[in-house]
């Protein structure tokens, strides 16, 4: 059963550029988050997708967008980058449905980017 | 809004020592889950344990042990006999439905290093 998979490892690109980064989540999961990680700290919240449409965003600008497919893999882009947004971006996933909805969320490997 | 708090940004022992994590959160809400995630080197977070807010009864599993206690607003780590295996970053983190949905609420994350 693979779990949580991640696209590309690392990244690297220049300000001003967009970039778009892949997840796949583990299987029998309906629901994807991503996070942005800043070197030395904690995981940010940047927005979950749940059937196609996010159901739930985090304080990042419209440069930040993503997508769901049928298939209930994700992708996050971002436009316009700049120094600041070098970080580790995670994708994570879990299901949303059963009476317990707030399970543990899987992790990914989480893809590197930076940008010089 | 909620908060995780974790003030210890950098834990060093000897193995087979017991060490304890600390975590303080802040809610207004009764009902919110609370976890601790583990991230080696390689990245991925590594679910440890979730707990919910109506289940005070500490837990324990294996070397691991986790302390709720609603009254301080915490919910501590420990390791018993610590490992050089051990050693990663350790992040606690808070699922506030009513005020945040189903995001994650990271800490700022303690490093632990575990020497031989």
């Known amino acids: 059963d693979a779990g949580v998979t991640q696209s590309p490892t690392h990244l690297i690109k220049t300000r001003g550029q967009q970039v778009t980064l892949r997840c796949s989540p583990k299987?029998?999961?309906?629901?994807v988050s991503w996070y942005q990680q800043a070197l030395g700290q904690g995981p940010q919240f940047i927005f979950q997708?749940?059937?196609?449409?996010?159901?739930q965003r985090g304080n990042f600008p419209d440069r930040f967008s993503g997508h769901q497919f049928p298939n209930y893999s994700s992708e996050l882009n971002v436009n316009a980058l700049l120094l600041g947004d070098s970080a580790l971006y995670l994708c994570?996933?879990?299901?949303?449905?059963?009476?317990?909805?707030?399970?543990?969320?899987?992790f990914g490997p989480g893809t590197r980017l930076t940008v010089l | 809004a909620q908060k995780v708090t974790q003030a210890q940004t950098e834990i060093s022992v000897v193995e087979k020592e017991d060490v304890t994590l600390d975590c303080v959160y802040e809610?207004?809400?009764?009902?919110?889950?609370l976890f601790w995630y583990k991230q080696p080197p390689s990245g991925e977070l590594v679910f440890l344990i979730r707990?919910?807010?109506?289940?005070?009864q500490n837990e324990i599993s294996g070397r691991y042990s986790w302390n709720f206690q609603k009254s301080t607003s915490s919910f501590n780590f420990t390791i018993t006999a610590s490992q050089v295996v051990d050693s990663a970053v350790y992040f606690c983190?808070?699922?506030?439905?009513?005020?945040?949905?189903?995001?994650?609420?990271f800490g700022g994350g303690t490093r632990l290093m575990v020497k031989p």
């Open positions: 994570a996933s879990s299901f949303a449905g059963g009476p317990e909805s707030y399970n543990e969320q899987f």
């Open positions: 299987s029998g999961h309906d629901t």
């Open positions: 997708y749940y059937e196609e449409e996010e159901r």
């Open positions: 809610t207004r809400d009764t009902t919110y889950y």
């Open positions: 707990r919910n807010s109506f289940d005070e």
């Open positions: 983190a808070l699922i506030d439905p009513y005020n945040a949905g189903n995001m994650l609420t």
